[in-house]
């Protein structure tokens, strides 16, 4: 268990990296939609802009996975969630900002698949549970975080989307220099294309 902790805890920090971001961007772009008097509808849409892409990520990102591997999707769609956490900042408009989360939401459904088809092709079923269960704690004290870091600064400011790029780019780094190999990608078959 010692080994297969040690060949995925990059991928298990990353992640809750990322997810602290998210969960700081959530409250972010909600507090700032309200102090920009965006209308509640318009708030709503603009959230569930993130979940329809990430319906249709679930869909699609596992091809990109198999095209481009792990570790590279992982860092593209990293990389375009940090990037896209700064343009909030600087396009205040509430079309741009759900194309923003929809953008965000299929990279965040990729962003998952990369990390549990890798701890499941890692964990052979003796470990698979004890695995996922830390996977899953850490993921939770992601979520946990970003609430308590939008405390740091006023919602009405950039610090905050700047903080949340930070954190997505710095998640980055551990997978993207991991020693550990990524697993093998089979090509997709018709059945799961």
Avoid at 79 to 99: M, R
Avoid at 165 to 189: G, K, N, Y
């Amino acid at each position: 268990m010692r080994m297969l902790l040690l060949s995925v805890m990059a991928l298990i920090v990353s992640f809750a990296l990322l997810l602290a971001g998210n969960s700081l961007q959530f409250v972010v772009l909600g507090l700032r939609a309200d102090l920009e008097g965006f209308s509640l509808p318009t708030i709503g849409w603009i959230s569930a802009a993130y979940f329809a892409g990430f319906g249709l990520g679930a869909l699609l990102a596992p091809r990109v996975v198999w095209i481009a591997g792990h570790i590279r999707t992982f860092a593209a769609f990293g990389s375009i969630v940090s990037g896209i956490a700064l343009a909030h900042a600087l396009i205040v408009d509430p079309y741009a900002w759900a194309l923003m989360r929809f953008v965000t939401g299929f990279c965040f459904a990729g962003l998952y698949i990369v990390v549990e088809s890798w701890l499941n092709a890692r964990a052979d079923n003796r470990y698979r549970g004890r695995l996922l269960s830390l996977y899953g704690s850490a993921a939770f004290v992601g979520y946990i975080v970003g609430p308590i870091i939008s405390g740091l600064a006023p919602a009405s400011g950039f610090d905050l989307f700047v903080i949340a790029s930070i954190m997505f780019s710095f998640a980055l780094v551990p997978i993207t220099l991991t020693r550990a190999s990524a697993p093998v990608v089979e090509e997709p078959t018709k059945a799961n294309s």
